[in-house]
Antibody, heavy 121, light 106 residues
Framework: QVQLQESGPGLLKPSQTLSLTCTVSGASSTSADYYWSWIRQPAGKGPEWIGRIYPTGSTDYNPSLESRVTISRDTSKNQFSLKLTSVTAADTAVYYC?????????????WGQGTPVTVSS | DIQMTQSPSSLSASVGDSVKITCRASQRIGTYVNWYQQKPGKAPQLLIFGASNLQSGVPSRVSGSGSGTDFTLTISSLQPEDFATYYCQESYVMPFTFGPGTKVDI
């Protein structure tokens, strides 16, 4: 059974860089069958896809965040990571990592439990 | 980006009721819609993929339909565990936009 677990600091000041890690268990993050994504959800709103990393290591990003986002991976630790620079209060949200199939309808399953991030001075 | 709208934004129902939630896409997307259920403090869980395909483990009282721009999630014979917020998501093109959600409560 695949499980994902997010980790990282939960409180940031404006202009700092958000760094989160997703640890994958029960599957390989280098499997050719899956993409690995970051998704966030502000309180009371729908989720927002941030971006994904391919089995090859290449990436796709949401254009609204592309200038500030980097997704990378550490294959030795079966982890992938998110960096979001120059954060503001608008980046306050619960951040999730998830998986989607390379061939399919791009559905997200499973999701990690989520980690709350607050940006405040 | 494709915009996803949902109606209603919230609804009240009782155990045993049948409820329908509608999702509309701003352009035609075939059957590239997925549905999720989210309970307070928990991550969304996949219910339906490809507009009408039931995810493994999801009860058969849940169903999805539609194609093009209009999609429906139906839950027949509502059970206590079905009270939650439901989101649609387009998976036709990045950035895979989610709808704003429909809250189903008692």
């Amino acid at each position: 059974q695949v499980q994902l677990q997010e980790s990282g600091p939960g409180l940031l000041k404006p202009s700092q860089t958000l760094s989160l890690t997703c640890t994958v268990s029960g599957a390989s993050s280098t499997s050719a069958d899956y993409y690995w994504s970051w998704i966030r959800q502000p309180a009371g709103k729908g989720p927002e896809w941030i971006g994904r990393i391919y089995p090859t290591g290449s990436t796709d990003y949401n254009p609204s965040l592309e200038s500030r986002v980097t997704i990378s991976r550490d294959t030795s630790k079966n982890q992938f990571s998110l960096k979001l620079t120059s954060v503001t209060a608008a980046d306050t949200a619960v951040y999730y990592c998830s998986r989607s199939m390379v061939s399919g309808y791009n559905w997200f399953d499973p999701w990690g439990q989520g980690t709350p991030v607050t940006v405040s001075s | 980006d494709i915009q996803m709208t949902q109606s209603p934004s919230s609804l009240s129902a009782s155990v045993g009721d049948s409820v329908k939630i509608t999702c509309r896409a701003s352009q035609r997307i075939g059957t590239y819609v997925n549905w999720y259920q989210q309970k307070p403090g928990k991550a969304p869980q996949l219910l339906i993929f490809g507009a009408s395909n039931l995810q493994s483990g999801v009860p058969s009282r849940v169903s999805g339909s539609g194609s093009g721009t209009d999609f429906t999630l139906t839950i027949s014979s509502l059970q206590p565990e079905d009270f939650a917020t439901y989101y649609c998501q387009e998976s036709y093109v990045m950035p895979f936009t989610f709808g704003p959600g429909t809250k189903v409560d008692i």
